[in-house]
């Protein structure tokens, strides 16, 4: 089964400090990978997903931006946080069933990473 | 576009009683629903989920109850305790790559 790292594990940055979240999968390879935000007490907002190195779709228009280098390591970045960006980050996996006609499957979420914008 | 309700948004159940969360969704061609399970300052985890060609699936005090006519699915919690208190988020494909969350449904065990 695979594992997913996020680090930091809670960060706290100053209005308009850039921002740079990394995670990574172990154990499946080929895997779709999201990023999700979460305010305190809401449900999850999808803000970017990959299904593949190079390949992004976003789903929210604002300040952050996401890149995947790699093909288990996914990264999100802004360049000028705002106060609304604080929350709880979360990076989530849909490991790959294969390379073509994917079924739809739970994604599975890594620890999160806790944002405070000050 | 996909829309997915959740009900309740809070909960309070009797330790030992059972407890019921149901969704609705829009999208027909949705064909994967899971069901999330979020203690307090942690990661959501899948519990259980269901595939359309299936009514209904049970894992020991927890099933999931699938209506595709009506559009809607539910979580079933048997015999709850008090670790069950936690939000709970239904949530569905669209398409092969995303999933739509509803907006979570706090419940509370009372011992």
């Known amino acids: 089964s695979q594992t997913i790292h996020q680090w930091p594990a809670t960060l706290v940055q100053p209005v308009g400090s850039p921002l740079s979240l990394e995670c990574t999968v172990e154990?499946?390879?080929?895997?779709?990978l999201y990023w999700y935000r979460q305010a305190a007490g809401r449900g999850l907002q999808l803000l970017f997903y990959?299904?593949?190195?190079?390949?992004i779709s976003s789903e929210v228009p604002q300040n952050l931006s996401a890149s995947r280098p790699q093909d288990r390591q996914f990264i999100l970045s802004s360049k000028k946080l705002l106060l609304s960006d604080s929350g709880f980050y979360l990076c989530?996996?849909?490991?790959?069933?294969?390379?073509?006609?994917?079924?739809?499957?739970?994604?599975?979420f890594g620890p999160g990473t806790r944002l405070t914008v000050t | 576009g996909e829309n997915v309700e959740q009900h309740p948004s809070t909960l309070s159940v009797q330790e030992g009683d059972s407890a019921v969360i149901k969704c609705t969704y829009s999208?027909?061609?949705?064909?994967?629903f899971p069901w999330y399970k979020q203690e307090l300052g942690k990661r959501p985890q899948l519990i259980i989920d269901?595939?359309?060609?299936?009514g209904e699936k049970k894992d020991q005090r927890i099933a999931v109850t699938l209506n595709k006519t009506a559009k809607h699915f539910s979580l079933h919690i048997t015999e709850t305790q008090p670790e069950d208190s936690a939000v709970y988020f239904c949530?569905?494909?669209?398409?092969?790559?995303?999933?739509?969350f509803g907006t979570g449904t706090r419940l509370t065990i009372i011992p």
């Open positions: 999208d027909s061609a949705s064909n994967y």
């Open positions: 949530a569905f494909n669209f398409g092969n790559e995303k999933l739509t």
């Open positions: 989530a996996c849909n490991p790959s069933f294969g390379t073509s006609g994917r079924p739809p499957g739970g994604q599975y």
């Open positions: 990959s299904v593949g190195i190079g390949q």
């Open positions: 154990g499946t390879s080929n895997p779709n």
């Open positions: 269901i595939r359309s060609n299936v």
